[in-house]
T-cell receptor, first 111, second 113 residues
Framework: KQEVTQIPAALSVPEGENLVLNCSFT??????LQWFRQDPGKGLTSLLLIQSSQREQTSGRLNASLDKSSGRSTLYIAASQPGDSATYLCAVTGSARQLTFGSGTQLTVLP | DADVTQTPRNRITKTGKRIMLECSQTKGHDRMYWYRQDPGLGLRLIYY???????NKGEISDGYSVSRQAQAKFSLSLESAIPNQTALYFC????????????FGDGTRLSIL
């Protein structure tokens, strides 16, 4: 059974810092890996999707990498802003085309 | 208007009651999903449907049932609610291509007393 782990569970940084969120998964037979953002009282918003054949994806200040063989992904956020404060969730799509989620990292960016 | 709409947004009810959560979408997506989120556990898949005539159990389907009334509508029922079904419930949709992201509603916060 696929298990997805996110470390740390919570992170607080001052504005302007670059930061890295980590995600690991136990079964490397994945179809893709996605990073989502969740704001309080809101649903999930997809940030980046990395297909299994890709190594990274970038969108603005966000860069996500994937090392399938080691079962790891990182989400890099450059020049963090208070508006980046949210919970970030990692999820992998397995062979059954179902998403398995990690429990998330709650990020607080202090002004 | 939101592309994926969940109703109600909040619900408080008592043990043993029948509850229906509804999801409708205007995205024209074939695939629809129901998840629950518990503190510290991430989202877990309850049921999913790849088209109107297709219903599949997810990781935690016991105690739940679903109905796909149309391409745009997917409802989740709790036949006899119990307190450990208290959670945040999300509906999501996607296109057929699994390399496209799922789109989520804003969730239903369900409390069972």
């Amino acid at each position: 059974k696929q298990e997805v782990t996110q470390i740390p569970a919570a992170l607080s940084v001052p504005e302007g810092e670059n930061l890295v969120l980590n995600c690991s998964f136990t079964d490397s037979a994945i179809y893709n890996l996605q990073w989502f953002r969740q704001d309080p009282g809101k649903g999930l918003t997809s940030l980046l999707l990395i297909q299994s054949s890709q190594r990274e994806q970038t969108s603005g200040r966000l860069n996500a990498s994937l090392d399938k063989s080691s079962g790891r992904s990182t989400l890099y956020i450059a020049a963090s802003q208070p508006g980046d404060s949210a919970t970030y969730l990692c999820a992998v799509t397995g062979s059954a085309r179902q998403l398995t989620f990690g429990s998330g990292t709650q990020l607080t960016v202090l002004p | 208007d939101a592309d994926v709409t969940q109703t109600p947004r909040n619900r408080i009810t008592k043990t043993g009651k029948r509850i229906m959560l509804e999801c409708s979408q205007t995205k024209g997506h074939d695939r629809m999903y129901w998840y629950r989120q518990d503190p510290g556990l991430g989202l877990r898949l309850i049921y999913y449907s790849f088209d109107v005539k297709d219903i599949n159990k997810g990781e935690i389907s016991d105690g739940y049932s679903v109905s796909r009334q149309a391409q745009a509508k997917f409802s989740l029922s709790l036949e006899s609610a119990i307190p450990n079904q208290t959670a945040l419930y999300f509906c999501a949709t996607s296109v057929t291509d699994s390399n496209q992201p799922q789109h989520f509603g804003d969730g239903t916060r369900l409390s069972i007393l």
